[in-house]
């Protein structure tokens, strides 16, 4: 079987995160109301300065994403998503990056996994030659629009068991496999692989890191650095 590895997107490819890129457009095109960029403005700015986490500014993000996806086109979601990784798409990490030519000329099957919408993820991985895309999966109805609902939420929501299912379902092996996570929501999957590597991780993931051996990557500016 071929090897398998692993790629969380946002901060581990990246340089951002994808649904912060996307819900800022939909707002600045009138897609989304304007008010739904204060559900994160406050932990926006404290993250910017340093008084707050990023997860929580990451967490309000994806509440007003999730609140006011309903009702849009999934055509209209999908043009500003287009948009916007036509300029995005390479605003990525070197290491990553390099990593994924490195592992795609070896003959290993690159799979994506994560919280943002898969619409999203597929459309910038495309880009990077990704073999398979996992990410959460929103409702339509009878129009094509989003309904707000999320599908298969208790498989999307534990990335240990979208990656559980994706080797399941394709027929693959994870002897040999490989996985990036860059916070502790990666520990689950990262658990589940033969090497694991934590990519500018955040603070818990990075003690976690260091407590059981995992390897630490990190990189700043134009340097990386393997701790």
């Known amino acids: 079987m071929k090897k398998v590895a692993i790629f969380d997107i946002d901060g581990t490819i990246f340089r951002s995160s994808l649904l912060i890129e996307v819900t800022n457009a939909l707002i600045s095109e009138g897609i989304f109301p304007t008010r739904a960029r204060k559900v994160y403005q406050k932990s926006f700015e404290q993250w910017l300065n340093r008084k707050g986490s990023y997860e929580a500014y990451i967490a309000d993000v994806v509440d007003a994403f999730d609140t006011y ?14 948009k916007v990784m036509s300029y995005q798409k390479h605003r990525v990490y070197r290491y990553t990056r ?3 030519v490195t592992l795609r000329k070896r003959g290993y099957v690159l799979i994506a996994i994560s919280h943002s919408p898969r619409d999203l993820v597929v459309t910038f991985t495309k880009h990077w030659g990704f073999h398979r895309v996992y990410g959460r999966m929103f409702e339509l109805d009878a129009q094509k629009c989003f309904t707000g609902k999320i599908l298969h939420a208790e498989i999307i929501g534990n990335k240990a068991k979208m990656l559980a299912h994706a080797v399941a379902k394709e027929h693959l092996s994870l002897r040999g496999s490989i996985a990036l996570g860059d916070s502790e929501a990666d520990i689950p999957m990262l658990k589940l692989v033969d090497h694991p590597i934590c990519f500018n991780p955040n603070r818990t993931l990075y003690r976690y890191a260091k407590r059981v051996g995992w390897k630490v990557v990190v990189e700043r500016k134009d340097v990386v650095y393997t701790l």
């Open 98 to 100: 390099d990593m994924i």
């Open 69 to 82: 996806i309903a009702g849009v086109q999934r055509a209209t979601f999908l043009r500003v998503v287009r």
